[in-house]
C-alpha cells in the first residue's frame, strides 16, 4: 500500500538530493516526490509517496528524520486527507476525435490547454484512481507523452499536515 | 576566524596537508598555537585524527585542499562514519566564482561526502562562517557522533569577517534524545528482574558515551554475564569474572552459546552487525530484547526488539542500574561458565624456528598487563587481537570495525599517542595493511612519536587466504605476497628502529626492547603464514555453529 509522508525541510541547497540519495541508497522505493514552499519562509514542504511495508517504512522516517535539514515527518497516510496529483497528457487527436475526447476530458473535470492538427494536451487533477482511469480512456487514441507532478496532500480540518 | 573557531571548540591539535585552495587557512596556521600535524598522505592525516578522537573523546579536526586532497580523505571519513568517531573536516575548495567549471583541482566534496558525513557544509559566504563551524562542532560531538565536512571555498578563506562566534546554537530537525523514556525504563527494570538467563551485549556506544561504570553496576550488582563487540573491547574490564568475550563471526564459545541460550538480551549500543548476528532469523530465539542506543534508526534496523530506548547511555544505564532488583541468575551462570570464556592458544611454541601469530598477540598482553592503546589494522591480526588482548580500560582499542579499513592502523596509532603522550601506544598490524600507509613512518619520525608497531607478517593478506582456504577450494588467488619488503630496513631507512624477529625466543626481548626506545620501533615478526583465525562462524550460519578448526568445512 502506498504511504504518504508529509516532511517539513529546510530550504537549503542540496537539501532534494540529501533526500532522494538517502532513498536510493537505503534501497527504499519512493513513488513520487513533491516539493514546494511553505507559508513560512526557508522552510520547503516535501510529499513523498512511497511503497513500503510497516517496518520499512519505520525506517524510512527514522532515516528521514536523522538528516540535519529535515525539522519534521508526519505520517499522513491513515489520516483524512485531500490529495492531488496534476498530469499534462499530450494525445493523439485527428480533427473527427476532438469532440469524443473533449467530452472525456470535461467528464472527469479536465482541461483542454493546446490544440494542434493532430494532437491535445489535457490537463487534469485528481486522486490516483482518477487519473489512472482518464489514462486509461485516453490510451484509446494514443496517448504520446504525460508528466506528471506527484502527489501533494493536506489534512483536512484545521489541523496543520505536519503538526505544527 | 576559523583557528578563533578552533580554540573557542577546545581544538589543540588539527591534522592535515596543504594545498592550493587551502593556502589562507594554512598561512594562517603558520603563526598560530594550534599545533598542525603534517602526515604524509592525506588519508594519514583523517585516519590519524580518528585515532585521536577515538582515544581523547574530543573531535578529530582535519584539513585537506579541493579535489585530490580531499577525495583522499573519502576513505577515513567513511571509516569515521561507520565507527561513530567525531570529527570535524576542513577542504578547500575553488573560488565560489570557479565552482561547477571543473577548474583545476575541484571535485563536488560535499556531494561525494553526502552518504558518508553525519552532515555538511558548502560555506559560500563568509557571513554564515561562524554558524557552520559552531554547528559542525555541536553536530559532530553529540547524538551518535560522526564526522561533519565543511567545504571551504578559497575566496571565502580569504575575507576578513567581523569575528562573532555564535553562543547559542538552534537547529531546528536536530535534537538528539538524550533521556530514555520512563515508561520504557519501567519495562525493561521488570524484564531484568524477571530474566533467568540474561546477557548484556555492549557495543561501541559504551566506549563513546563513557558509560564504562555505569555498566560495570549494572553487570555487577545483577550478576549478569557481559559480551562485547569489537568496538566494545575495553567498555568492561577482560578480567571481570563476568566477561565472556566477543560475540559473532570469531567470538568466544561462551558469548555466542550464551546469546542463543539467552531469555533477555540487554543490547547497550551496539547495532546487530552481520558479523555478530550471523544468519540474523536464527539468533537468539528465545530472547526478549531491551536495545539502548542514541540513535533510534539502530532500533528494529536490522532485529525486532521488544524494549526500545533511545538515549545517552550513560544516563539511561544510570537510571536502570539505580532502580533495577537483580533477578536470580546463579544457575545461569554455573552453565555459562562451563563454556569457554577465552580462545585457546598454545602460549609456548612446538617449534622455536615457528612463530604463531597469537603468541607474539599474547606476549604484549602480558608485558602490557592489558594496560596499552592498541590499534590495529583490517584481518587476521585485527581478529587475534580482539581475542587475544585482554583489554582492561576504555578507549584503549582503536580499530576499524564497521568499514574495515586495511591502512586505519599505523596513522591512528600516531593520533592516539599524540591524544595520550603518556600512554603506551601500540600498533599490531599486518604486513598487507602496514604497507598501505607505510608513508606514515615519516611523520612519526618527524614528530617523535613513539608508537610501537608489530607486524604480524605472514606474508600474505591472511584473512583472505583464509576465506580462500576454507571456502575457495584452497585456490589462493592474489593473497600471497611472494615478494615482502624488510621491515625492519625500511623502518631504519625513514629513521626509524627496526627488527626483524624469527625465533620464538626473540619474540619477549623484542618487544621490552622496543618499549624501551624512545622513538618509534617497526617490530617485523615473521610468523606462520598457514594460521587461521578460530573459532569461526561461517558467513550466514547461526553463531553457536563454530568451527574450532578448518576440519569441518
Known amino acids: ?164 | 576566524m576559523i583557528l578563533k573557531a578552533f580554540q573557542e571548540e577546545g581544538v589543540t591539535r588539527v591534522f592535515g596537508y596543504p594545498g592550493g585552495a587551502i593556502l589562507n587557512l594554512y598561512d594562517s596556521l603558520y603563526d598560530s598555537s594550534i599545533c598542525h600535524v603534517l602526515t604524509r598522505h592525506e588519508q594519514g592525516a583523517v585516519h590519524a585524527a580518528d585515532g585521536y578522537a577515538r582515544v581523547s573523546g574530543k573531535p578529530g579536526v582535519v584539513t585537506a585542499t579541493s579535489g585530490p586532497g580531499a577525495t583522499n580523505l573519502v576513505t577515513g571519513i567513511a571509516n569515521a562514519y561507520m565507527d561513530s568517531v567525531p570529527m570535524v573536516v576542513i577542504t578547500g575548495q575553488v573560488p565560489t566564482f570557479l565552482i561547477g567549471t571543473d577548474a583545476f583541482q575541484e571535485a563536488d566534496i560535499t556531494g561525494i561526502t553526502l552518504p558518508i558525513t553525519k552532515h555538511n557544509y558548502l560555506a559560500k559566504d563568509v557571513e554564515e562562517l561562524p554558524r557552520i563551524l559552531k554547528e559542525a562542532f555541536h553536530i559532530a560531538t553529540t547524538g551518535r557522533c560522526g564526522p561533519v565536512l565543511i567545504d571551504l571555498p578559497k575566496d571565502v578563506q580569504a575575507l576578513e569577517e567581523k569575528y562573532n562566534y555564535p553562543q547559542e546554537i538552534d537547529i531546528a530537525g536536530y535534537k538528539p534524545n538524550v533521556e530514555g523514556h520512563p515508561g520504557q525504563v519501567n519495562r525493561a527494570i521488570k524484564a531484568i528482574k524477571n530474566a533467568k538467563k540474561p546477557v548484556i551485549m555492549a557495543g561501541g556506544g559504551v566506549v563513546r558515551s563513557g558509560g564504562y561504570h555505569e555498566l560495570q553496576e549494572m553487570a555487577t550488582r545483577g550478576n549478569i554475564p557481559v559480551t562485547l563487540t569489537l568496538m566494545g573491547l575495553g567498555g568492561f574490564p577482560a578480567s571481570n569474572h563476568l566477561y565472556l568475550g566477543m560475540p559473532g563471526m570469531h567470538g568466544t564459545r561462551a558469548a555466542n552459546y550464551a546469546l542463543m541460550e539467552a531469555d533477555l538480551i540487554i543490547a547497550v549500543g551496539v547495532r546487530f552487525d552481520d558479523r555478530v548476528t550471523g544468519k540474523l532469523d536464527a539468533f537468539a530465539p528465545r530472547a526478549k530484547i531491551i536495545h539502548i542506543d542514541i540513535d533510534p534508526v539502530e532500533i528494529g534496523k536490522n532485529i525486532a526488539v521488544d524494549i526500545p530506548i533511545v538515549g545517552d547511555l550513560k544516563r539511561v544505564l544510570q537510571a536502570l542500574s539505580r532502580r533495577f532488583q537483580p533477578g536470580d541468575t546463579a544457575e545461569w551462570l554455573d552453565k555459562v561458565n562451563q563454556w569457554d570464556k577465552k580462545v585457546d592458544l598454545n602460549p609456548e611454541p612446538v617449534d622455536n624456528k615457528v612463530i604463531k601469530p597469537q603468541q607474539v598477540i599474547n606476549k604484549i598482553n602480558e608485558i602490557t598487563g592489558g594496560e596499552a592503546i592498541i590499534a590495529t589494522d583490517v584481518g587476521q591480526h585485527q581478529m587475534w587481537t580482539a581475542q587475544h588482548y585482554r583489554f582492561e580500560k576504555p578507549r584503549s582499542f582503536v580499530s576499524s570495525g564497521g568499514l574495515g579499513t586495511m591502512g586505519f592502523g599505523f596513522p591512528a596509532a600516531l593520533g592516539a599517542k599524540l591524544a595520550r603522550p603518556e600512554e603506551t601506544v601500540f600498533c599490531i598490524a599486518g604486513d598487507g595493511s602496514f604497507q598501505m600507509n607505510i608513508q606514515e613512518l615519516s611523520t612519526a619520525v618527524y614528530y617523535g612519536i613513539p608508537v610501537k608497531v608489530a607486524i604480524i607478517n605472514n606474508s600474505c593478506l591472511g584473512m583472505v587466504r583464509q576465506w580462500q582456504e576454507l571456502f575457495y577450494n584452497r585456490r589462493y588467488s592474489y593473497s600471497t605476497f611472494e615478494y615482502g619488503p624488510d621491515f625492519a630496513r625500511i623502518a631504519e631507512a625513514f629513521g626509524a628502529k627496526g627488527m626483524k624477529v624469527d625465533q620464538f625466543d626473540q619474540v619477549e626481548e623484542t618487544i621490552k626492547t622496543a618499549m624501551q626506545e624512545e622513538g618509534p620501533v617497526i617490530m617485523d615478526f615473521r610468523v606462520d603464514s598457514t594460521e587461521n583465525v578460530f573459532p569461526m562462524v561461517a558467513p550466514n550460519q547461526p553463531i553457536n555453529n563454530l568451527m574450532m578448526d578448518g576440519s569441518d568445512v
Not at chain 1, 504511504?3 to 537505503?26: C, M, N, Q, T, Y
Not at chain 1, 513500503?52 to 522516517?61: G, W
Not at chain 1, 480533427?95 to 490547454?113: D, L, S, Y
Not at chain 1, 489534512?155 to 496543520?160: A, C, E, L, Y
Open chain 1, 1 to 164: 500500500m502506498k504511504k504518504i509522508l508529509a516532511v517539513l525541510v529546510e530550504d537549503k541547497p542540496g537539501v532534494l538530493s540529501r533526500v532522494a540519495g538517502l532513498f536510493s541508497r537505503r534501497g527504499f522505493n519512493i513513488d513520487s516526490i513533491a516539493v514546494g514552499e511553505t507559508t513560512e519562509p526557508g522552510i520547503s514542504r516535501m510529499t513523498i509517496t512511497v511503497e513500503e511495508d510497516s517496518p520499512t517504512l519505520e525506517q524510512v522516517v527514522k532515516q528521514l528524520n536523522k538528516l540535519i535539514n529535515v525539522i519534521k515527518i508526519s505520517n499522513i497516510t491513515e489520516d483524512p486527507a485531500v490529495s492531488r496529483e496534476l498530469m499534462l497528457i499530450k494525445v493523439q487527436a485527428e480533427p473527427q476525435n476532438r469532440g469524443e475526447i473533449q467530452q472525456i476530458v470535461e467528464t472527469f473535470r479536465g482541461k483542454t490547454v493546446d490544440v494542434s492538427p493532430d494532437s491535445m494536451v489535457i490537463e487534469v487533477t485528481g486522486d490516483d484512481e482518477k487519473l489512472e482511469a482518464i489514462k486509461l480512456l485516453l490510451q484509446y487514441y494514443g496517448i504520446k507523452e504525460i508528466v506528471r507532478t506527484g502527489k501533494i496532500a493536506m489534512v483536512r480540518g484545521s489541523k496543520n499536515s505536519a503538526g505544527n
